[in-house]
């Protein structure tokens, strides 16, 4: 262990690339002060002082979903109680509202709703142009993707391209889940499979649009699964570069049905986003999404090779109904003073990372 500790040293003091076998045993390892060292090296090699967030306003349009996963408290069947769909006219109110907020962002995802057509996607976007043509639309996972091309009859490419010009700017990283089958089959079973998603978002880049990656962890994946999908996601971002931000979301377990799963405790979820810094060296950024780590632990990862808390949210409902103890929105000045009392330099930046 030794040896290999002091070959994984080495290795990012070299600026190269750690394998899949050092990845693990860092997962293994309980020397998290190690770990973290390594990795804010490497971010500050990368990154500096600098840590990034966003003004932006989450808009769930819909909580219907022909999915159903496990995981999932925000989801709702037809006649249940709490099931909703936005209106345009709301949705237009909450960009207007975003808008005098000074968002720069609007970031909208939402379940596989039964019978919307493909035109309400391409109108909702249209519409949020409508309310302000400054604001970067990043919407729809990979997953949605996949669900409009079966509404349309489009290819896959034919759907990016339609919305692309009702306004899509740009992919947020949901739906990765754990991208090994074994896993899926027990947490997403409905799901499209993990290679499906790296598909569709092969496309997504092939077609010239920036996504996000993300990593559902902390339920009933073992940290083999979790170097899996980090080495599926690094040989995607080799083959495209099109990957922004990686986010490992922790795990919330309230309301859901993963049998046994418990969430997400201090130590591994520092651990996690520090081997995702190390491991993925063709990453630029890291994320820590406050809304699912919590505020003292997401400011906590700043020493650990995260360089991104993401932005003011205004309104989460995909953690917060599995039970997230973190605020529902944060102010602009709240989340500056967090990140300068972590001793770091804050950058408001815009969805592709543009320093405003
Ligand atoms: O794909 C669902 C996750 C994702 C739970 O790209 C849960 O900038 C924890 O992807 N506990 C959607 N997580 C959110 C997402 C995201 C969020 C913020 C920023 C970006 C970005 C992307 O939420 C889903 C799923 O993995 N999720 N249920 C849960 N109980
Ligand atoms: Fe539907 Fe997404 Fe929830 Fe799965 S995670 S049930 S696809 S809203």
Known sequence: MLKLFATVKEKVAADTRISDA???ALFESSDLLFIGGLAAEANRRKNGDKVYFNVNRHINY????VNRCKFCAFSKEVDEPGVYTLALEQIADKARE???AGATEIHTVGGLHPDLPFDFYLQMLRTIKEVSPQLHIKAFTAVEIDYFAQLS???ITGVIDALKSAGLGSLPGGGAEILGQQVRDLICPEKISGQRWLEVTEKVHAAGLRSNATMLFGHLESYADRVEHLRLLREL???????QTFIPLAFQPDNTRVPGAKGVVGVDALKTLAISRLYLDNFQHIKAYWVMLGLKIAQTALCFGVNDLDGTVVEEKIGHDAGADSPQAMGKEQIIDLIRKAGRVPVERDTLYNEI
């Open 22 to 24: 050092e990845a693990l």
């Open 237 to 243: 971002q080799d083959r495209t570069g099109g990957f």
């Open 62 to 65: 819909t909580n219907l979903c």
């Open 98 to 100: 975003a808008t005098a």
């Open 153 to 155: 009859g489009l290819s």
